[in-house]
């Protein structure tokens, strides 16, 4: 595949989008911004919802892939992940489908397997393979995207890279963060691996830094040519000091997707 150019972000208003649309061009991608709300100080970037099937299409044509953030990003009502988050995300591979683009990188999420137990010290670590375990609407709807996009790989020929981000932030807040944090820098070389490397066909990697408290297995990552280049552990002694070590009789600490096991935070919009 010949290194794509143009790139439409979906999401682009959103905290990921706008990382990423200060990053991405630094690797010399020429972005099309969409999201449902104004991209603050991008006049051009194109406002639909995902629903809209003709603004999707108009959108996806003659881009080169696409890097797909858009949609609810915590936990929500069935009927609002449906229509955001499932519904959405096919109209979007229809829409690619149809315009005859041939990649696309799915934010998909560690809460497709949320229900997971997390590793404690000397286990191995969690495959991309695991099971899926979705802990809420918000995590089953990743798992759908996942099995979706496989779906256009075998039937249509469309590749993707589904990464199932932690949690990219600028820095780490939480001890659990510690092991899923992902660098805005390190997120930008996680995309542009996926956008680039050769014959992807529908491949699943988890999104993070090479953090030292790493709970999940980059190798898939890492085949896609990712090399990250952070660790969280700078920020353990501040965060643990704070927040104590985490505890293996808590709910929360028990598995993967931490608190969204247990009282997910709510998409409130």
């Known amino acids: 595949m010949a290194a794509p150019r143009t790139i439409l972000l979906t999401g682009a208003a959103g905290g990921l989008g706008t990382l990423m649309r200060e990053l991405l061009p630094r690797y010399g ?11 603050k100080g991008a006049p051009d970037a194109i406002t639909a919802d995902l629903a809209d099937r003709d603004a999707l299409r108009a959108a996806v044509r003659g881009v080169d892939a696409i890097v797909h953030l858009a949609g609810i990003s915590l936990e929500s009502s069935f009927e609002k992940i449906l229509r955001a988050n499932i519904e959405g995300t096919h109209n979007l591979y229809e829409a690619a489908r149809e315009e005859g683009v041939r990649r696309i990188v799915f934010a998909s999420s560690n809460h497709a397997v949320g ?3 997390r590793p404690r010290p ?17 995590g089953l709807s990743k798992a759908f995207g996942e099995d979706l996009a496989q779906l ?15 949690s990219c932030f600028p820095e780490p807040t939480s001890v659990r963060m510690l092991s899923v944090w992902m660098s805005p820098a390190d997120g930008a070389r996680l995309f542009h691996a996926a956008l680039t ?19 999940w297995d980059l190798s898939s990552a890492r085949a896609l040519g990712y090399e990250p ?17 985490l505890d293996e009789s808590h709910p929360d600490h028990a598995h993967l997707g931490g608190p969204f096991c247990t009282n997910p935070p709510v998409w409130r919009h």
Do not use: M
């Open 152 to 166: 256009y790989w075998d039937r249509h020929g469309l590749e993707t890279v589904s990464v199932r981000i932690g």
């Open 29 to 39: 991608y020429e972005l099309r911004l969409l999201d449902l709300a104004p991209v």
């Open 122 to 138: 000397g286990d191995p670590l969690i495959p991309v393979g695991t099971p899926r375990r979705p802990d809420t609407y918000y």
């Open 229 to 245: 280049r952070d660790d969280s552990e700078p920020y353990a002694a501040k965060l643990v000091a704070e927040q104590g070590e």
């Open 115 to 117: 229900f997971t137990p």
């Open 197 to 215: 490397a050769p014959e992807v066909g529908h491949s699943v990697v988890y999104g993070s830094s090479a953090n030292s408290r790493l709970w």
